[in-house]
């Protein structure tokens, strides 16, 4: 498995900006889809977007036109740009690695949008 260490969360006004990266172990991060996920209290945890291997991106509907997910295969990293955020962006995000449909899991960062 991928070990994955998430960073960049914090308290952002409504509007601000924020973003969020994904270091990953391993020599074969280059052939995984990597991805975000978020959970709110009493809600799913939701897909809010993944990155594949050749570079093709997919958002949830919600965060379109505002977040954009990129990744560096030299650094072995994954970054999630977050703006025009809103209150109900606030959740625990989660960095995810599949490999051929094994999932890791990073530990979660917080991000909490409030004035």
């Known amino acids: 498995q991928v070990q994955l260490v998430e960073s960049g969360g914090g308290l952002v006004q409504p509007g601000g900006s924020l973003r969020l990266s994904c270091a990953a172990s391993?020599?074969?991060?280059?052939?995984?889809?990597m991805g975000w996920y978020r959970q709110s209290p009493g809600k799913q945890r939701e897909l809010v977007a993944d990155i594949t291997r050749d570079f093709t991106t997919n958002y949830a509907d919600s965060v379109k036109g505002r977040f954009v997910i990129s990744r560096d295969n030299v650094r072995n990293t994954v970054y999630l740009q977050m703006n025009n955020l809103k209150p109900e962006d606030t959740a625990v995000y989660y960095c995810t690695a599949d490999l051929v449909g094994v999932l890791s899991w990073g530990q979660g960062t917080q991000v909490t949008v409030s004035s």
């Open positions: 391993g020599s074969i991060f280059r052939f995984h889809t």
